[in-house]
């Protein structure tokens, strides 16, 4: 019995040996053909230098005149209202300034615009305004795919109408003919004061009288800042304390800066 636990002490011992240099030598010829193949191995292609692409220019805003830069023609524009389901009126260009407005007043492609069709709805302009096409094409993009779809979607019931101000209006800003021309004089701007729904509610921009109201204000202000250029209301100064301004004008020296306020 000692005799054979003794071989078999003797096997196991000749078993792990040989294992142990198969291990090493297995691991010896692993290194080999690692460091082989790092010599032979092609190296990585050089990775090419930046080249400076230029950056094409920015879409000027609707309503700018670049020097150089045919715009868009009157027949154009009133073209693309209709493709967007705009109904409008063409009107004619506004008479002379009264006595006591500023010089240049002045309107390009008038249109009433009269209603936005949104599905199978539309969204009526109360007060008709009266505006240069490219700001009622502007104004349209922004009821089509902001004030309608908000409204569905926080009040739970569809615009139908918007109560607004006349748009063009030969006058300074802020109604002070000693000042720059306002933008309604451009037929570049609105004025909105109230929000008319499927349900009856009417939601004006001075007062709300609930949660879901004053959300659907509170972000149609904000988002606003993605049409337009200038946004103004109440908070913003005396003269906005009861409606929301919209208009398209440039600002700043390079035209890219926004009043959101």
């Given at each position: 019995?000692?005799?054979?636990?003794?071989?078999t002490r003797t096997m196991i011992f000749r078993a792990l040996v040989r294992c142990s240099v198969e291990v090493a030598l297995a691991l010896?010829?692993?290194?080999?053909?690692?460091?082989?193949?790092?010599?032979?191995?092609?190296?990585?292609?050089?990775?090419?230098?930046?080249?400076?692409?230029?950056?094409?220019?920015?879409?000027?805003?609707?309503?700018?005149?670049?020097?150089?830069?045919?715009?868009?023609?009157?027949?154009?524009?009133?073209?693309?209202?209709?493709?967007?389901?705009?109904?409008?009126?063409?009107?004619?260009?506004?008479?002379?300034?009264?006595?006591?407005?500023?010089?240049?007043?002045?309107?390009?492609?008038?249109?009433?615009?009269?209603?936005?069709?949104?599905?199978?709805?539309?969204?009526?302009?109360?007060?008709?305004?009266?505006?240069?096409?490219?700001?009622?094409?502007?104004?349209?993009?922004?009821?089509?795919?902001?004030?309608?779809?908000?409204?569905?979607?926080?009040?739970?019931?569809?615009?139908?109408?918007?109560?607004?101000?006349?748009?063009?209006?030969?006058?300074?800003?802020?109604?002070?003919?000693?000042?720059?021309?306002?933008?309604?004089?451009?037929?570049?701007?609105?004025?909105?004061?109230?929000?008319?729904?499927?349900?009856?509610?009417?939601?004006?921009?001075?007062?709300?009288?609930?949660?879901?109201?004053?959300?659907?204000?509170?972000?149609?202000?904000?988002?606003?800042?993605?049409?337009?250029?200038?946004?103004?209301?109440?908070?913003?100064?005396?003269?906005?304390?009861?409606?929301?301004?919209?208009?398209?004008?440039?600002?700043?020296?390079?035209?890219?800066?926004?009043?959101?306020?």
């Amino acid at each position: 019995m000692a005799r054979l636990k003794a071989k078999t002490r003797t096997m196991i011992f000749r078993a792990l040996v040989r294992c142990s240099v198969e291990v090493a030598l297995a691991l010896a010829l692993s290194a080999v053909a690692t460091s082989v193949g790092a010599l032979d191995a092609p190296s990585p292609p050089r990775r090419p230098e930046f080249q400076n692409v230029p950056l094409p220019e920015a879409k000027p805003a609707v309503g700018d005149k670049p020097p150089g830069v045919a715009t868009e023609s009157a027949e154009d524009c009133m073209a693309n209202l209709r493709a967007a389901g705009v109904a409008f009126e063409p009107a004619e260009a506004p008479a002379e300034a009264p006595a006591g407005a500023l010089d240049g007043c002045a309107i390009e492609a008038p249109v009433r615009l009269v209603s936005v069709t949104v599905g199978i709805r539309r969204v009526a302009l109360i007060a008709k305004p009266l505006l240069g096409c490219g700001f009622a094409l502007q104004f349209s993009d922004y009821v089509k795919n902001l004030l309608a779809p908000l409204g569905a979607g926080t009040l739970g019931a569809s615009l139908v109408a918007i109560d607004t101000g006349s748009g063009y209006e030969c006058r300074g800003r802020n109604r002070d003919n000693g000042t720059k021309l306002s933008a309604h004089a451009k037929g570049l701007a609105l004025d909105v004061g109230a929000f008319v729904f499927s349900d009856g509610r009417k939601i004006r921009i001075d007062a709300q009288s609930d949660p879901q109201s004053i959300s659907y204000i509170k972000t149609l202000r904000t988002a606003a800042c993605g049409w337009f250029t200038t946004i103004l209301g109440p908070g913003s100064d005396p003269y906005h304390a009861s409606h929301l301004h919209f208009d398209i004008e440039r600002h700043g020296s390079n035209g890219a800066y926004r009043i959101c306020q």
